[in-house]
């Protein structure tokens, strides 16, 4: 993945993929010294997919494509 971009994002209140997993899985990445931006959210795993966490990661997932794919 070297030279490779993430954006990490979560629901806090994730019963599919648990918060407590996702953390595990962001303290990998530190350990590893992997670059990623991370965006947290008050919501669950479906739930991301309604107004207004949809629209929340999507103001913060264009603008990371764009700087990505530039």
Known sequence: MAGKRCLMISGRYDLSFLPEFS???????????????????PCGH?????????????????????RVLA
């Open 23 to 41: 953390q595990q899985a962001f303290s990998s990445l530190d350990e590893w010294r992997v670059p990623y931006e991370k965006l947290l959210l």
């Open 46 to 66: 479906y739930t991301l997919a309604s107004f207004p966490f949809n629209w929340w990661a999507a103001l913060r997932f264009v603008p990371f494509l764009r």
